[in-house]
């Protein structure tokens, strides 16, 4: 089946290292998505990408880079991690504009 | 930009009995507003949706409604059952074509 791919599932770092979070999706879907989450404070919009040529960023963008290597691929990058970024990050697709969102099974990072 | 507000936060239910999970949105322009459920440890998926030009959606327990004038949309879930517990969350579509979404409702359905 398609479907939405991130790698790592769970990864534990230490403050000021530099990490990549990885998503893949072989849905063909133009748009991609990095949302995270943390308790109380549902799913929060950090970079959004609508092609391969187009980033943009989203409601707490700060601290956090991407790149979109292709239309199947969509990193995101925490370039010097803190512990407040400690949370589960979600990199989701969808085929345009008003259409379903699916969603990988998420990244649990744990910055100490 | 978009701001979505999502209310309870927490609803604890008897099985059987009804629930209400409510959404308001800031941008006018948003025209397509999807509830996703997640259950616990698994990915948020899309269990309704309702676009700008419907008043009303319903597929078997579940429904939505909307609201454009108030900005406000709503689920409901009828007969609910133990299998309904989860979170909860609602999003609008925004003018830009991201999807922004509210905290989240913890849902409890008692046997």
């Known amino acids: 089946d398609a479907d939405v791919t991130q790698t790592p599932r769970n990864r534990i770092t230490k403050t000021g290292k530099r990490i990549m979070l990885e998503c893949s999706q072989t849905k063909g879907h133009d748009r991609m998505y990095w949302y995270r989450q943390d308790p109380g404070l549902g799913l929060q919009l950090i970079y959004y990408s609508f092609d391969v040529k187009d980033i943009n960023k989203g409601e707490i963008s700060d601290g956090y880079s991407v790149s979109r290597q292709a239309q199947a691929k969509f990193s995101l990058s925490l370039e010097s991690a803190i512990p407040n970024q400690t949370a589960l990050y979600f990199c989701?697709?969808?085929?345009?504009?008003?259409?379903?969102?699916?969603f990988g099974q998420g990244t649990r990072l744990t910055v100490v | 930009g978009e701001n979505v507000e999502q209310h309870p936060s927490t609803l604890s239910v008897q099985e059987g009995d009804s629930a209400v999970i409510k959404c308001t949105y800031s941008d006018s322009a948003s025209n397509y507003f999807p509830w996703y459920k997640q259950e616990l440890g698994k990915r948020p998926q899309l269990i309704i949706d309702i676009r700008s030009n419907v008043g009303e959606k319903k597929d078997q327990r579940i429904a939505v409604t909307l609201n454009k004038t108030a900005k406000h949309f709503s689920l409901h879930i009828t007969e609910t059952q133990p299998e309904d517990s989860a979170v909860y969350f609602c999003a609008a579509g925004g003018s830009q074509g991201n999807l922004i979404f509210g905290k989240g409702t913890k849902l409890s359905v008692k046997p």
């Open positions: 989701a697709t969808s085929a345009r504009a008003g259409t379903e969102a699916f």
